[in-house]
């Protein structure tokens, strides 16, 4: 039975049942689900707190994802029911980290995952300063990283030769309510540049994102594939290959 969302020492805790449509070919929820889902219920706490997307752009101001980093320990299947654990843990002037954990009915940590976040300007397209009282509004913050890091990682672009490559022109069911490539959809880009047999095998159970500028309807995207043992990491950059626009590492 699915119970109450509720807010205690700084975690925020709900549940969330799965569906068959998120799940993919291995009939277990994919990585973009399962982020997905992540990101409801960051957008549940905001709610719950009254800070959500529709609050803040009264002042100008949107939530930008920077970076996300899953760990999946078990995978879930569709038609379950799971409880989702979220806090803030770290906060500078510009910045906000954002902690997540996964159990299943059994009560086992199915996934644990760390995010950071930034608010932006509206109307100048710039960063702009976190509140003071963040901390304050979202019920307290909690110390724990699921990850035992500081911060999130930071990706490079590998110095080796790319083994694929492909151009990717942006549709419009790639954008977002702010008109850009949603940032889920990334990881669509990057899973077909994958080998078949890669992508038939189990499930990558580890994915880092760093995103880096936005993507808009009609733009073409380059992808780059590189290999390193079992880590597969996927460049997107400009058509010209002056810009980059994320780097996606799936092991």
């Known amino acids: 039975m699915l119970s109450q969302p509720k807010l205690e020492n700084g975690i925020f805790e ?3 049942t799965t569906s068959f449509a998120q799940t993919g070919i291995h009939d277990v929820l994919t990585n973009k689900s399962i982020l997905s889902i992540l990101e409801n219920i960051a957008g549940r706490h905001s709610s719950y707190v009254h800070f959500t997307f529709t609050d803040i752009s009264k002042y100008n101001l949107t939530w930008v994802l920077l970076n996300w980093k899953l760990k999946v320990l078990k995978r879930i299947g569709g038609e379950e ?12 002037k510009i910045f906000v980290l954002r ?11 199915c996934a644990i995952a760390t995010s950071k976040w930034c608010l932006v300007d509206t109307t100048k397209g710039k960063i702009a300063k976190m509140p003071d009282n963040l901390q304050e509004i979202y019920g307290g913050f909690h110390d724990e990283s699921v990850f035992g890091i500081t911060d999130v990682p930071k990706l490079a672009q590998p110095t080796s030769t790319p083994i694929a490559a492909d151009t990717y022109k942006i549709r419009r069911f790639d954008l977002d309510l702010n008109k850009h490539v949603h940032n889920l959809n990334y990881l669509n880009i990057a899973y077909e540049l994958l080998p078949e047999d890669v992508y038939d095998g189990e499930e990558l159970n580890n994915v880092e994102i760093l995103y880096k500028r936005e993507l808009k309807y009609g733009d073409i995207v380059k992808s780059y594939l590189y290999k390193d043992n079992d880590v597969y990491t996927v460049v997107l950059k400009s058509q010209d290959d002056s810009l980059l626009h994320s780097i996606i590492k799936l092991y």
């Open 99 to 109: 902690d997540f954990k996964v159990f299943n009915e059994k009560g086992e940590l």
């Open 81 to 92: 029911n799971i409880r989702i654990q979220t806090w803030g843990r770290l906060v500078t």
């Open 14 to 16: 709900d549940t969330y």
